[in-house]
């Protein structure tokens, strides 16, 4: 297979590094590809070093590996059985005296946002032609449809903190901080996926897909056999790289270069992967000494004087400090790119029709205190805090990625469209609109009936799902402006004194840019989505006093800042009648509850029965539990929740943790598969008692739950019975 056929059946979260260049170590240059044992190889390294060895590993490349075949991916994550497999993977290699620091992406680079939308639009239609196997055949559809659980590398990330492993987030690629943490610190090697590291001049590189946990064998790519073969330098190697396709020059856009250097015509067949490989080989040995970067572009490209810089910046990104220059990068300084234009064209949704408005949609860069950017810094470089918080406070942008989520569902809302009240009230938290009592809260405003949607002076309201709109490109970039923004219940400010606080998108003062996929959503823009005042007394708390301050109401001050996050700040005093580690569980479902007017309350019995049973605590007996079938609607909600979850820990983070991060992660409260098993018996009838399995103490902590989620819903009417399921879902395919 070639590379993107490998990454997408390991699943891996990954950029796909050097096109080709794996499928041509494996089968053109099998002495590059040495079947090595890490413990024998971590023993030599400590007699001739005299330290523990180190390995560093590439965190989402390796989420494949403890998320093994033996969990079954479809039904939104095995929490606690995941745990328990990194608890194993981590035990493998301190028997072996190998420690570990994992290093994850903690951002991605503008230059490859292109490239990053079109793996996630190839996402989209696996999860498409995956649910259309799922009501075909109802079983899991083959691993090469293999989608990640929602939040898979966030959760991680806490997991093997909490497990006491070093985790680390990059402020650039993840790979070049890998190879320079490698080659500053001296490491052992790396364990990761990315053919990229064949090319750094950094530490040993090991394969995590051929890794067997179970005796620590697996392939190390050797960079200088390749070398050997393609008869060039080491610091070639970049150079090579560029010339093939990587990240940052995508292998199609040089396929007439490769066609001309092979000499077959661009009507022919096109040439095999190792007669491309040598081409380029030779190409190399014949550039005269003196060529430059530059002038190697040029001919590559010769018509394409656009493409120049992109050659540049693909063999650039491999250089790390302390490197030799290259004979073909000296006397080329760094070019600069010209400046992004301060303001961007947006795009609205007029009632059913697209429309381009004639305004512009400022952005600058975020003003945040100096105090709160260092500490926000060190917690996003140490994995203390979610990934996207530094990100919005330093660029007022980020994204998530796709989930398992049935696009032809009329019942089931697109999570991100379902959730984004709650991202818009926590940019007001980040960005500080609305500080003190410089904007009145909703109920002050007057409070909007859920039926009401009040649109600012210069907002149009939208259709819930977006069109799908062009395709930006550089210097001009367009943003789709989506002013629906708002679900049943919620509702934008009322004018007031304060109406230009909200009434003006300027991203990076009241507006972020988001790359979220959602129905109808092709991911061609992001969309710009304004903050959402809170429903707070006296407006929004500042930042230092949610993060900083040690002062006996700063707990209440941030647990009913979070709380007002998540639209339901009248539970305040209810929170403390629910243990610790099932609030954020609540606090989601409570939401849907809210926000979905056809969820039946049978599955929100589903979600709480897998929680409290004893069952669900013994990883052994979860993992031989059998599901009769795989259903699209239970495996949709089960996303739809888990993206729930990620956006609430994303909200508490930001309010300085009033939930402590631990006591949110979801293997304290939820598993897919016995979600899954709860929710076809509750389907079938089930009551309440069965789902909990007749255990008395469930059946308390259940009633318990369910009184906090239902609290002040259509639901919280505790003498009408339940509807059967059947008679609500008459169109569903199950």
């Given at each position: 297979p070639?590379?993107?056929?490998?990454?997408?059946?390991?699943?891996?979260?990954?950029?796909?590094?050097?096109?080709?260049?794996?499928?041509?170590?494996?089968?053109?240059?099998?002495?590059?590809?040495?079947?090595?044992?890490?413990?024998?190889?971590?023993?030599?390294?400590?007699?001739?070093?005299?330290?523990?060895?180190?390995?560093?590993?590439?965190?989402?490349?390796?989420?494949?590996?403890?998320?093994?075949?033996?969990?079954?991916?479809?039904?939104?994550?095995?929490?606690?059985?995941?745990?328990?497999?990194?608890?194993?993977?981590?035990?493998?290699?301190?028997?072996?005296g190998i420690d570990l620091i994992f290093i994850f992406d903690g951002v991605v680079e503008k230059a490859k946002r292109v490239q990053w939308v079109k793996r996630r639009q190839q996402s989209a239609r696996d999860v498409v032609t995956a649910f259309h196997h799922i009501k075909k055949h109802g079983t899991q559809p083959s691993d090469n449809l293999f989608q990640l659980p929602v939040s898979m590398g966030t959760l991680t990330r806490f997991a093997l903190k909490n497990l006491g492993e070093v985790v680390l987030n990059s402020t650039k690629e993840a790979d070049i901080e890998i190879a320079e943490y490698c080659q500053k610190h001296r490491?052992?090697?790396?364990?990761?996926?990315?053919?990229?590291?064949?090319?750094?001049?950094?530490?040993?590189?090991?394969?995590?897909?051929?890794?067997?946990?179970?005796?620590?064998?697996?392939t190390q790519y050797c960079r200088y056999t390749l070398c050997n073969q393609l008869t060039i330098d080491l610091e070639d190697l970049p150079l090579f790289s560029s010339l093939m396709g990587n990240d940052i020059i995508k292998s199609d856009?040089?396929?007439?270069?490769?066609?001309?250097?092979?000499?077959?015509?661009?009507?022919?067949?096109?040439?095999?992967?190792?007669?491309?490989?040598?081409?380029?080989?030779?190409?190399?040995?014949?550039?005269?000494?003196?060529?430059?970067?530059?002038?190697?572009?040029?001919?590559?490209?010769?018509?394409?004087?656009?493409?120049?810089?992109?050659?540049?910046?693909?063999?650039?990104?491999?250089?790390?400090?302390?490197?030799?220059?290259?004979?073909?990068?000296?006397?080329?300084?760094?070019?600069t790119l010209p400046p992004s234009s301060a303001k961007w064209n947006c795009r609205q949704m007029m009632m059913e029709e697209e429309t381009t408005l004639e305004v512009d949609v400022e952005e600058i860069k975020p003003r945040v205190d100096c105090k709160v950017l260092q500490f926000a810094r060190e917690q996003h470089l140490n994995s203390d805090n979610i990934a996207q918080i530094y990100n919005i406070l330093i660029s007022a942008e980020t994204d998530s990625s796709v989930a398992m989520e049935d696009e032809t569902s009329a019942d089931i809302p697109s999570s991100s469209v379902l959730f984004r009240p709650i991202r818009q009230r926590m940019y007001t938290v980040l960005f500080g609109v609305g500080l003190?009592?410089?904007?009145?809260?909703?109920?002050?405003?007057?409070?909007?009936?859920?039926?009401?949607r009040t649109p600012q002076r210069s907002i149009v309201l939208a259709p819930s799902f977006s069109t799908p709109l062009s395709m930006p490109h550089y210097g001009n970039s367009r943003f789709h402006m989506d002013a629906s923004q708002t679900l049943m219940g919620d509702q934008l400010p009322q004018e007031s004194a304060h109406a230009d606080t909200f009434s003006r998108p300027i991203v990076g003062k009241n507006a972020v840019k988001e790359w979220c996929p959602y129905r109808g959503n092709s991911l061609n823009r992001a969309d710009v989505i304004m903050a959402l005042p809170l429903n707070l007394p006296g407006g929004t708390h500042s930042l230092p006093l949610l993060w900083f301050s040690k002062a006996p109401e700063a707990h209440h001050h941030r647990l009913h800042t979070f709380l007002a996050c998540m639209d339901c700040a009248d539970l305040l005093e209810h929170v403390g009648r629910v243990e610790p580690h099932f609030v954020i569980m609540c606090l989601v479902l409570h939401y849907m509850v809210k926000h979905m007017p056809t969820w039946e309350e049978w599955e929100v019995n589903a979600f709480l029965a897998q929680a409290v049973v004893p069952f669900g605590q013994d990883v052994g007996r979860l993992r031989g539990l059998k599901v009769p079938r795989v259903a699209a609607c239970p495996v949709h909600l089960a996303s739809v929740f888990l993206k729930g979850v990620s956006y609430s820990l994303l909200a508490d983070c930001a309010c300085g943790w009033p939930i402590r991060a631990q006591d949110g992660m979801p293997w304290h409260y939820f598993d897919g598969k016995l979600f899954h098993y709860k929710y076809l018996m509750a389907e079938g009838g089930a009551?309440?008692?069965?789902?909990?399995?007749?255990?008395?103490?469930?059946?308390?902590?259940?009633?318990?739950?369910?009184?906090?989620?239902?609290?002040?819903?259509?639901?919280?009417?505790?003498?009408?019975?339940?509807?059967?399921p059947q008679q609500h879902r008459a169109g569903h395919h199950y």
């Open positions: 070639t590379i993107p056929e490998v990454t997408q059946a390991a699943g891996l979260v990954k950029r796909m590094g050097v096109r080709g260049l794996q499928t041509y170590l494996e089968r053109h240059c099998p002495a590059a590809c040495v079947q090595v044992n890490l413990s024998v190889l971590a023993g030599q390294y400590y007699r001739q070093h005299g330290t523990r060895p180190v390995l560093v590993v590439d965190g989402l490349g390796c989420l494949r590996k403890p998320f093994n075949q033996d969990l079954p991916w479809v039904y939104g994550g095995q929490w606690r059985e995941y745990y328990s497999e990194l608890q194993r993977f981590l035990q493998s290699f301190k028997t072996a490491c052992f090697g790396i364990l990761g996926q990315d053919t990229d590291f064949v090319i750094f001049n950094s530490a040993p590189f090991f394969c995590s897909k051929d890794l067997d946990i179970s005796n620590l064998t697996t856009e040089l396929e007439p270069f490769k066609r001309r250097i092979v000499g077959v015509s661009a009507d022919a067949r096109f040439p095999r992967l190792e007669e491309v490989v040598m081409a380029v080989s030779r190409y190399m040995q014949t550039i005269p000494q003196g060529t430059t970067i530059r002038d190697i572009a040029r001919d590559v490209f010769p018509d394409e004087p656009a493409k120049w810089s992109q050659v540049e910046e693909g063999v650039r990104m491999y250089l790390l400090p302390g490197d030799h220059q290259p004979w073909y990068m000296q006397n080329c300084s760094p070019q003190g009592s410089e904007l009145s809260s909703e109920t002050n405003s007057g409070r909007v009936s859920p039926t009401q009551d309440v008692q069965a789902l909990c399995d007749h255990d008395e103490r469930a059946l308390q902590r259940f009633q318990i739950l369910k009184d906090f989620v239902t609290c002040g819903t259509r639901l919280d009417q505790r003498n009408l019975q339940s509807h059967h």
